[in-house]
């Protein structure tokens, strides 16, 4: 018995299944509710000019997103392992396939979007206490090149506390990290269904309904689409079924980013409990449930306020349903709701961002101390590694200028203004995480091919059909960015690529002495 005991006290931890339903339909549904829902339907709505093709945007995303997850059910049921999506492009096709997708992951998708919530989370948290500024300077921008600076504002600094709080509370357990997910996902989710309530309920104005409804499919003040290579022409939501139609896809790219990271919970494959059942069920409740949410909110703004409105450049489409109704109350009450929604976001992206490189380290094509997990049986070394590279993303700065090349002033202040380099980079990489998509969405037919018989819980709804088509839209999507924002789509498979020699490297030094995978 000793023996027994002491054999069992010297194996090394492990990644344990402690993930039921309702907590890996927590994470998909939190990881995906974000600051999206109230600033992007602005963006969508200067593109498309009208309230009828503005829930059209929101109908193909809903669409889109769902035919996804539940193509990746099939997936999901069929490999419950930590690394999701990582592991099914490993499978499907190659192993360089999988660290291409991982490298990009690490280096801007997940780290990238985990610094975009955080600062997110202070800049609506300022709104509260002004003293949380962003020109409240700890280190006051330092100029590198015409192009780029770094700084550390208040503000940046409470977005990096944040990333490293949310580190150290999943490096100490994932009971602990889901009672954070569940708590706060419920609270947005609740906060996002007041708010629908509340428009619908108490801020009902029918002279914005009629203006935006009397004639929903006619754009109006719609914003030219100004192509990045020449020999395209300049178009808009109003020049005609061609110009509306690429509006439409430009304007995926605001609504699929706000509906993205619902397949985190796949990456946590190897924590959830009955994984062949409970997988497939959280990727459709999940993404069925905030889709539905997503709409419902689009529905909402357009029952209070006109179209001209909601176009305003402020971005402020949440906060201005609210203020209909409350006044400037309702500027604080959006605030408090966009402080807790992505709070629980970013829990959600840390929590499963994690599981990504501890898979990739164990296939010996990452750090190879990555490839452990501590006594609380979670991946800790990846989790604070993570948070390292998220916190230095915070940090550079962009030099933002006009269309002429000036340097763009604050009014108020008369300093220089700033963007974020993460903005960028995630404008950068969208184009390359469709393609994930899409090639992951077409792995099932590879293994559909090479592995009939393989066991298969659960078969992705609609197949072949539903998937032929999925990759079939995000292709002309893809295409249309390629042609219209050429300059911020091959940035993101120029970082793609920089993996292929990165895979050569940790494939040689992933070996041991003997020549086998460590």
Partial sequence: ????????????????????????????????????????????????????????????????????????????????????????????????????????????????????????????????????????????????????????????????????????VNSRGLELGKLIQNSFTLTKAVSLLALILLCALLGYNADAMSRNFGDAWTPAKASPIQPDLSFFPIVSATSGPLGLFIALCVAQVGSLFSSDSWNSVTLTGGEVKEPKRNLPLALALGTGLVITLYILANVAYLMVLPIEQIQAPEDRVGTAALEAVFGRTGGL?????????????????????????????????????????????????????????????????????????????????????????????LDYVIFSVLIFYALTIFGLFVLRRRRPDAERPCRAPGYPVVQALYIVAVTVILCVLLSYKTQTTWPGLLIVLTGIPVYFFWRRAGLDAAGRRY
């Fill in 333 to 425: 009450l959006m605030a408090v709701a966009i402080v807790l929604s992505t709070f629980g976001c970013n829990n959600g992206l840390v929590l499963s961002g994690a599981r990504v490189y501890y898979a990739m380290a164990r296939d010996g094509l990452f750090f190879r101390a990555i490839a452990t997990v501590n006594k609380k049986h979670v991946p800790a070394r990846a989790l604070w590694l993570q948070c390292a590279w998220a916190s230095l993303l915070v940090l550079p700065r962009i030099r933002l200028r006009d269309a002429a090349g000036k340097l763009l002033m604050d009014p108020g202040t008369g300093f220089e203004r700033y963007g974020n380099l993460y903005s960028s980079l």
């Fill in 1 to 168: 018995m000793t023996e027994t005991t002491n054999a069992a006290s010297s194996q090394p931890p492990n990644l344990i299944r402690g993930l039921g339903l309702f907590d890996a339909t927590m994470i998909v549904a939190g990881s995906m509710i974000g600051s999206g829902i109230y600033i992007v339907p602005a963006d969508i709505a200067r593109l498309v000019g009208s309230a009828g093709w503005l829930l059209v945007v929101w109908l193909i995303t809903g669409l889109l997103t769902v035919a996804a997850a539940l193509s990746y059910s099939e997936l999901a049921a069929m490999m419950p392992s930590a690394g999701g999506q990582y592991i099914f492009l490993r499978e499907s096709f190659s192993p360089l396939w999988g660290f291409l997708y991982g490298w990009a992951f690490f280096l801007v998708i997940q780290t990238g979007t985990i610094a975009a919530v955080a600062v997110a989370f202070a800049r609506f948290l300022g709104v509260l206490f002004p003293a949380i500024s962003p020109t409240s300077w700890i280190l006051a921008p330092i100029n590198l090149s015409g192009g780029y600076a770094v700084s550390l504002s208040v503000q940046q600094l409470l977005a990096i506390g944040l990333i490293v709080l949310l580190t150290l």
